[in-house]
Antibody, heavy 121, light 112 residues
Framework: QVQLQESSPGLVKPSGTLSLTCDVS?????????WSWVRQPPGKGLDWIGE???????NYNPSLRSRFTVSVDKSKNQFSLTVTSVTSADTAMYYC??????????????WGQGAMVTVSS | QSVLTQPPSVSGAPGQSVTISCSGS?????????VHWYQQRPGTAPRLLIY???TRPSGVPDRFSGSKSGTSASLAISGLQAEDEADYYC????????????FGGGTKLTVL
């Protein structure tokens, strides 16, 4: 049974860089799936950030793309999200999720428990 | 402003049925691409409820069903139970940007 676990610093200073990782256990990150990041500001809805395939191919939410980078580390069986120039608007719960298959429209069938990130000085 | 539009809230008494709508356009729900639904109970991660319009993952009761017509999709819940009180999100793919996945704004279901 594949499981996902996010890790994050918790607190990040404004204008700094946020880095999160998602460890994949019980399966291989080289399987035919896309690996995504989804965030949820407090009291608000879900917002898809972007995704990576094990080949390194990526797709991003066009409204967020410029500050966000999703990458994969096959040797560690994990994928990551980097957000630069963070502001208070980046304060959110960040989830990593697996798509059901390699199709662009496939559902997210497995989710991590989420990692809360607060941007504050 | 979400690409997919859902009502902010719906409610129903135990045992009743409710329907949650998800309105899109010809570039997302109106395409052959799939529509999915998620349930998120307070303080927990989203859970896949329905995928590919009307397929339930293992463990999801058959009280939950999905459908699609034109540029809209719907989630129907019958025989409401207290445990169904949660936020529900639709999700699809938007063909205007390659690989772009989109969510609805979410609907809060209250079981009266």
């Amino acid at each position: 049974q594949v499981q996902l676990q996010e890790s994050s610093p918790g607190l990040v200073k404004p204008s700094g860089t946020l880095s999160l990782t998602c460890d994949v256990s019980g399966g291989s990150i080289t399987s035919n799936n896309w690996w995504s990041w989804v965030r949820q500001p407090p009291g608000k809805g879900l917002d898809w950030i972007g995704e990576v395939y094990h080949s390194g191919s990526t797709n991003y939410n066009p409204s967020l793309r410029s500050r966000f980078t999703v990458s994969v580390d096959k040797s560690k069986n994990q994928f990551s999200l980097t957000v630069t120039s963070v502001t208070s608007a980046d304060t959110a719960m960040y989830y990593c999720a697996r798509s059901l298959n390699g199709g662009w429209s496939s559902a997210f069938d497995i989710w991590g428990q989420g990692a809360m990130v607060t941007v504050s000085s | 402003q979400s690409v997919l539009t859902q009502p902010p809230s719906v409610s129903g008494a135990p045992g009743q049925s409710v329907t949650i709508s998800c309105s899109g356009s010809s570039s997302n729900i109106g395409t052959p691409y799939d529509v999915h639904w998620y349930q998120q109970r307070p303080g927990t991660a989203p859970r896949l409820l329905i995928y590919n319009y009307n397929t339930r993952p293992s463990g999801v009761p058959d009280r939950f069903s999905g459908s699609k017509s034109g540029t809209s999709a719907s989630l129907a819940i019958s025989g409401l139970q207290a445990e169904d009180e949660a936020d529900y999100y639709c999700q699809s793919y938007d063909s205007r940007v390659r690989g772009s996945r989109v969510f609805g704004g979410g609907t809060k279901l209250t079981v009266l």
